[in-house]
């Protein structure tokens, strides 16, 4: 005999056993459904995945660009610190001439301004002079004949 046989199984029981078949259908096209969409997005996890790795893989390049970039600048930098450390000792060294060259300036006009005040007595003697030149021509001539006047013996 067979346990299903529609005269030993009541009819309650075989609506229920339906109902139940039904309802694992509608869960088994549910549960696919929702399968497919855990596909879709795992696939879309895998893209972007992709992504975000080949972008690291961008940045780790860009980063080791930045380093070798840092490295010059470093070594820029050490150049420009020698090159202010010197323009510095220079700049010292100027401002020791420039105090030096005030001086020397300060010396020159104070010996300006003592030939500026000489300069009325020097031309005061210059016009004594002028009228007496021609005698010391002629005193000069006279002296050329006298003799041994023409020989100057040098002074030793």
């Known amino acids: 005999m067979n346990v299903l046989s ?6 309650k029981l075989l609506v229920r056993a339906l109902d139940d078949l039904h309802q694992l259908a509608t869960v088994a096209v549910r549960a696919s459904d929702q399968i497919d969409r855990l596909l879709t997005l795992g696939e879309r996890i895998d893209e972007r995945t992709a992504a975000l790795l080949a972008l690291g893989e961008r940045i780790e390049g860009r980063t080791d660009a ?10 820029h930098a050490d150049a420009i610190l020698r090159t202010g450390q010197h323009l510095g000792a220079q700049g010292e060294q100027l401002i020791a001439h420039g105090v030096l060259l005030e001086e020397r300036a300060q010396e020159v006009s104070d010996r300006a301004r003592e030939v500026l005040e000489a300069l009325p007595l020097l031309e005061k003697a210059i016009g004594l002079a002028m009228p007496l030149e021609g005698a010391v021509e002629r005193i000069g001539r006279v002296a050329d004949r006298l003799p041994g006047g023409g ?3 040098p002074r030793g």
């Open 6 to 11: 529609p005269l030993v199984v009541p009819p």
């Open 151 to 153: 020989q100057r013996k």
């Open 66 to 75: 930045m380093l070798a970039l840092g490295e010059r600048m470093e070594g």
